[in-house]
């Protein structure tokens, strides 16, 4: 079974690129969503600060969940 994580596409300085939200992991898709929308003002709030202080003038275009590998390679960094 896949791991479901919650990411974000983030825009800045021209580059459109996700991010993983290192909140929490989970089992299913659902279960994800559910998390998702219980906290959705917390990891808004939580990511928007982090953006604030590592990329400045960054803007958060959309916030999901996915299975980890669809979406990073092995080689890439996550926040």
Do not use: P, W
């Amino acid at each position: 079974m896949a791991t479901v994580v919650i990411y974000a596409t983030i825009f800045v300085a021209g580059i459109v690129s996700v991010v993983e939200y290192k909140g929490d992991t989970f089992k299913t898709n659902d279960s994800c969503i559910s998390y998702l929308e219980k906290y959705n003002t917390h990891i808004n709030e939580s990511l928007q600060d982090h953006l604030n202080k590592k990329e400045k003038g960054a803007s958060v275009l959309f916030i999901g969940c996915s299975e980890r590998g669809k979406f990073i390679s092995t080689n890439e960094q996550t926040t």
